[in-house]
Nanobody, 124 residues
Framework: QVQLTESGGGSVETGGSTRLSCVAS?????MAWFRQAPGQGRVGIAY???????NYAASVKGRFTISKDNAKNTMYLQMNDLTPDDTAIYYC?????????????????????WGQGTQVTVAS
């Protein structure tokens, strides 16, 4: 079972930046970031696979960057040019080892392991 621990987030002003981290207890073939805004469902915003291939939701493409450090089993989400619409709880997620990313993902039903979530609030 993959255990995920997130850190980072907090309060940021519009136009600012912040970085989230997610430490995994073991390596996964596909890891992703999801977010859940107040009153809305959880949606996928980016994934990264074991080869470093990434995919982004249109809402964050060009502003957010997903990356990973295999030596540390850590995934990151660099978030730039933040707006109040980015306010949400951010979750990292992982698939079981050997299960790969789907090209048009990330899709919530594909991920079996989740972090506890970390709040990002963007002040207007």
């Amino acid at each position: 079972q993959v255990q995920l621990t997130e850190s980072g987030g907090g309060s940021v002003e519009t136009g600012g930046s912040t970085r989230l981290s997610c430490v995994a207890s073991e390596r996964s073939s596909c890891m992703a970031w999801f977010r859940q805004a107040p009153g809305q469902g959880r949606v996928g915003i980016a994934y990264i696979d074991s080869d470093g291939v990434t995919n982004y939701a249109a809402s964050v493409k060009g502003r957010f960057t997903i990356s990973k450090d295999n030596a540390k089993n850590t995934m990151y989400l660099q978030m730039n040019d933040l707006t109040p619409d980015d306010t949400a709880i951010y979750y990292c997620a992982a698939k079981p080892p050997g299960i790969f990313c789907v090209p048009d993902g990330p899709h919530i039903g594909e991920f079996g392991y989740w972090g506890q979530g970390t709040q990002v609030t963007v002040a207007s």
